[in-house]
């Protein structure tokens, strides 16, 4: 079955960029669709893109359009989610997950063991 | 504010039967998933679709839904049920995925 494994923790300053990978083994990683979810310390989960491989195609939530890219590498089995202009409100735990979205429901397995993001001065 | 709501928290008494529930205008067209996550663990898929249990998931888990309310049921809760349990599914667009705020099970 399918493992995601996501890179490991980061520290930024204010106004970087951070780039979180998450490599896919097991399954066709280019057939399917990858989204990442943060979650700020003691808060909920906050969907906030996702990527089909095999189209290369990427959207993402309203709240983090053109802060947010995400990509994949087909070579590698791996997306990656960048977020520019850190702020220290970006401070989260962030996963990646499989994102299975069809006519009528929406769900997510399995997901990474997450990547903590700092972001202070 | 998120567009499914949760109760921020839930008790049960070990043994008994909890219901916790997400409501949206989403839920009327699109199914919820619930996803099960401990202190310092990524979220476990528990129920998605109509009423489906990934494999490894006790079948005390279930899932139901009525009108503009999903639900996940426990029946006869174990200690190692207290976690936040978090219900997904669409936003009223229908484009995007979104999560409800998330409830704390407390097993008493």
């Known amino acids: 079955q399918v493992q995601l494994v996501q890179s490991g923790a980061e520290v930024k300053k204010p106004g970087s960029s951070v780039k979180v990978s998450c490599k896919a083994s097991?399954?066709?990683?280019?057939?399917?669709?990858i989204s990442w979810v943060r979650q700020a310390p003691g808060q909920g989960l906050e969907w906030m893109g996702r990527i089909i491989p095999i189209l290369g195609i990427a959207n993402y939530a309203q709240k983090f359009q053109g802060r947010v890219t995400i990509t994949a590498d087909k070579s590698t089995s791996t997306a990656y989610m960048e977020l520019s202009s850190l702020r220290s409100e970006d401070t989260a735990v962030y996963y990646c997950?499989?994102?299975?979205?069809?006519?009528?429901?929406?769900?997510?397995?399995?997901w990474g063991q997450g990547t903590l993001v700092t972001v202070s001065s | 504010s998120s567009e499914l709501t949760q109760d921020p928290a839930v008790s049960v008494a070990l043994g008994q039967t909890v219901r916790i529930t997400c409501q949206g205008d989403s839920l009327r067209s699109y199914y919820a998933s619930w996803y099960q996550q401990k202190p310092g663990q990524a979220p476990v898929l528990v129920i998605y679709?109509?009423?489906n249990r990934p494999s490894g998931i006790p079948d005390r888990f279930s899932g139901s839904s009525s009108g503009n309310t999903a639900s996940l049921t426990i029946t006869g809760a174990q200690a190692e049920d207290e976690a936040d349990y978090y219900c997904n599914s669409r936003d009223s667009s229908g484009n995007h995925p979104v999560f409800g705020g998330g409830t704390k099970l407390t097993v008493l």
């Open positions: 097991g399954g066709t990683f280019s057939s399917y669709t």
């Open positions: 997950a499989r994102d299975y979205s069809g006519p009528n429901y929406n769900w997510f397995d399995p």
């Open positions: 679709g109509k009423n």
